[in-house]
């Protein structure tokens, strides 16, 4: 989680939210990194678990994760949540909840819906006061003052 803190601070570099994602595979290894990147790429996909599930399946070289990890400092949205659902992504770690677009237990649980061919193990709540804080910083220095 401490790697993925480290790639979401690299996001307010290019005034992204610094949320940061890490694909490990079952040996510990890195196989993808990614970080927000929606302003600096003008891509509302470019979420940082999008990115890293991304240079995951070209690392491997194939799109199927199914013995690796996905660690992200924040609780995945729909669209992420359902991209490592379809990745068949083993383990998901988050560290903050996201209780205004969590799709990982706060607003909807897509990752477990017994409806969809693939649930992966879900640990929650690692690192979560660093990765809330980072999270709430940046949010205070960029709204304007009251």
């Not at 994760?65 to 068949?88: F, H, Y």
Request: charged share 25%; hydrophobic share 45%.
């Amino acid at each position: 989680m401490r790697e993925a803190l480290a790639e979401g601070a690299r996001a307010v570099e290019t005034g992204d939210v610094p949320v940061g994602a890490l694909v490990i595979g079952a040996d510990g290894t890195i196989l993808g990194r990614g970080r927000n990147r929606r302003e600096a790429d003008r891509d509302p996909t470019a979420h940082a678990e999008i990115l890293a599930l991304r240079a995951a399946a070209a690392e491997v070289g194939t799109w199927r994760l199914d013995d690796a990890s996905l660690i992200v400092t924040l609780e995945p949205c729909p669209m992420c949540a359902g991209a490592l659902v379809l990745a068949r992504i083993r383990r998901l770690v988050y560290g903050a909840i996201d209780p205004k677009g969590g799709a990982v237990g706060s607003l909807w649980d897509l990752v477990r819906d017994r409806r969809l061919n693939h649930r992966p193990e879900v640990v929650a709540g690692v690192l979560a006061d660093e990765c809330a804080s980072m999270l709430s910083d940046f949010f205070t220095a960029h709204r304007p003052p009251a």
